[in-house]
C-alpha cells in the first residue's frame, strides 16, 4: 500500500506544478473549476456566435437592478415604535417626566437606562 500513496502524492505534486507552470496560478479547486468553466463558456459562444461582451454588459445591469432592489427593499423592513408611546425625544432629556420611553436603537435604550438610573438614584 505503501507505494501506491507515494505514486499518487508524488504523481498529484507533479501535476499541480504543471497546471502552474502552465496557467500561472495556484492549483485551488474553486478556482480551476471557474477557469474550466470560462475556457469551455467562451468555446460554446463562439460555436453558436454569441457576444460575450453584450452577454456580460446584460448580467452586468441585471445585478445592478437586483442591488436596486434589495436596496430599495430594505427600509419597508424598518421597525417601527408601537403606536401609543412617545418616542425618543432628546429635547425631554432635561425633564424627566413619567413618559415612556420607546427603546428602539441602542442609542434610545441607553437613554432610557440612564434616566431609569436617574430616576432611582434620587434622594427621597
Request: one cysteine or more; hydrophobic letters at 35%.
Given at each position: 500500500?505503501?507505494?501506491i500513496t507515494?505514486?499518487?502524492t508524488?504523481?498529484?505534486?507533479?501535476?499541480?506544478?504543471?497546471?502552474?507552470?502552465?496557467?500561472?496560478?495556484?492549483y485551488?479547486?474553486?478556482?480551476v473549476r471557474?477557469?474550466?468553466?470560462?475556457?469551455?463558456?467562451?468555446?460554446?459562444?463562439?460555436?453558436?456566435?454569441?457576444?460575450?461582451a453584450?452577454?456580460?454588459?446584460?448580467?452586468?445591469?441585471?445585478?445592478?437592478?437586483?442591488?436596486?432592489?434589495?436596496?430599495?427593499?430594505?427600509?419597508?423592513?424598518?421597525h417601527?415604535p408601537?403606536?401609543?408611546?412617545?418616542?425618543?425625544?432628546?429635547?425631554?432629556?432635561?425633564?424627566?417626566?413619567?413618559?415612556q420611553?420607546?427603546?428602539?436603537?441602542?442609542?434610545?435604550r441607553?437613554?432610557?437606562?440612564?434616566?431609569?438610573?436617574?430616576?432611582?438614584?434620587?434622594?427621597?
Amino acid at each position: 500500500m505503501e507505494p501506491i500513496t507515494y505514486f499518487v502524492t508524488y504523481g498529484t505534486s507533479i501535476a499541480c506544478f504543471a497546471y502552474y507552470v502552465l496557467t500561472k496560478q495556484e492549483y485551488v479547486l474553486p478556482d480551476v473549476r471557474d477557469r474550466e468553466y470560462l475556457l469551455q463558456f467562451h468555446k460554446k459562444a463562439k460555436k453558436v456566435g454569441m457576444n460575450v461582451a453584450e452577454y456580460n454588459r446584460l448580467q452586468n445591469s441585471i445585478a445592478q437592478v437586483e442591488n436596486d432592489l434589495k436596496r430599495l427593499q430594505d427600509p419597508l423592513r424598518v421597525h417601527h415604535p408601537p403606536t401609543g408611546t412617545k418616542p425618543f425625544d432628546p429635547a425631554d432629556m432635561g425633564s424627566c417626566g413619567d413618559h415612556q420611553l420607546v427603546a428602539t436603537s441602542l442609542w434610545n435604550r441607553t437613554q432610557l437606562r440612564l434616566q431609569n438610573l436617574l430616576r432611582t438614584s434620587k434622594p427621597q
